[in-house]
């Protein structure tokens, strides 16, 4: 069993993940930037480490720096979070060849994922459907030109190595593919240095609903069933939630066992996401994520497991601590993302917290590192704080969210807290009448 793990990451995720090492009776090392030095993470952590300055690329992405803090401190595992190294398949190797063990998936794995291209071909070929597009990677204006004619407009270019809802560009129409082409190439080549893209064709009004899968090393795969993550800015999720409305229970049972039986076949061990887009019925494959997810928690809360426990028990050589049969899933979870930025404009606000008060009673979690007088810093992504609420349906659900929504106080920087009281109250929203492009919709207005 594993006895010390080395958090690799910041913030509300650092914290989740202490809390589950404090629920196992395992020891944490926090590592932290010279910003961060009085960060949540740091003073719950039994031990910290400070790994070097505020730029993300010399402290959090530091490879050396991480492992020297992990062999130092006597760590004997690194779980690297969401973000920052959590897909970098070359970061996985090495934690391994320095004698830790990787709270994730193995290195080919995550590198296969991390390709969508292969990714896509793989799924098709274990028999899952994906969303069509080209066969690979589309390496010329022309050959995008006739594959977009083939398909029909709108298409969308994708980055091959894309994340975070970057380097993807809509075509609508054959005028519009040669700028669309070379702008997510060259935004991909900055982002991902990786300037291969895809084709895929453009769903018009999908919902993206995504399967949580949880399998061992001794290949016992199963789902914890779906979430409907529609509700995005930019290809961003804001607001997710679990169940789906539109997913029956006989649907989400033969669908999840057969996805789950599916990867195990491929070898996968760990947690891991498959994220599809849904019209007309139909789920069509976009990707894989070998992380843990930023919306774990509205799965945790309608099936009572602990997600991040059941990885670290997985890394540490465990069985899963469930058969399929035991999963149940009980009422209605909704999460806000709550950025620290204008719910207007959508600008990062950096800045001192003040009058900090954090909302409970029956059915609420807050997932975040704030407390009155922490600096939010500039350097990293603006999500502070997940607010995660539970009802026994979707109706208790809400109003318990628009209670809580109206609890939270974070004075001193703007946050999305407004921005998830208009959606509460909206009609659309509470009759689960939405898609991917609710959002843009009500931006519009
Ligand atoms: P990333 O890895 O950058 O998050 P994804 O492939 O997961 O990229 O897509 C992010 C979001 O972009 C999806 O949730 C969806 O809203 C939108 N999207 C992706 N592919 C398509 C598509 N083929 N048609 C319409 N929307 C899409």
Redesign the pocket.
Known sequence: MIKKILIANRGEIAVRILRACRDLGISTVAVHSTVDADAMHVRLADESVCIGPAQPRESYLNIPAIISAACVTGADAIHPGFGFLSENAMFAHMVEEHGLIFIGPKADQIAMMGD?VMAKKTMARIGLPV?S?SEGTVTSVEKALRLADEMGYPV?I?AAG???????NVAKSRQEVALAYETARREAGIAFGNDSVYL?????N?R?IEFQILMDQFGNAIHLGERD??L?RR???VWEEAPSTVLSPAFRDDFGRKIAASISQLGYVGVGTL?F?YENDQLFF??M?TRLQVEHPVTEMITGYDIVCEQILIASGEKLSMTQEEVKFSGHAIECRINAENSETFLPSAGMVSNYHCPGGPGVRVDSALYDGCKIPPYYDSLVAKLIVHGRDRTQCLARLRRALKEYVIDGVDTLISLHQKMSDDQDVVSGRFD?HFLEKIFEN
């Not at 894309?162 to 993807?168: A, D, E, V």
């Not at 895929?200 to 018009?204: C, M, R, S, T």
């Open positions: 969508k969303v597009g969308l994708k894309g994340g975070g809802g970057r380097g993807m895929e064709k453009y769903l018009k999908p993206h993550c529609s995005q290809n961003q999720k994220e887009l976009i990707e994520n991917i």
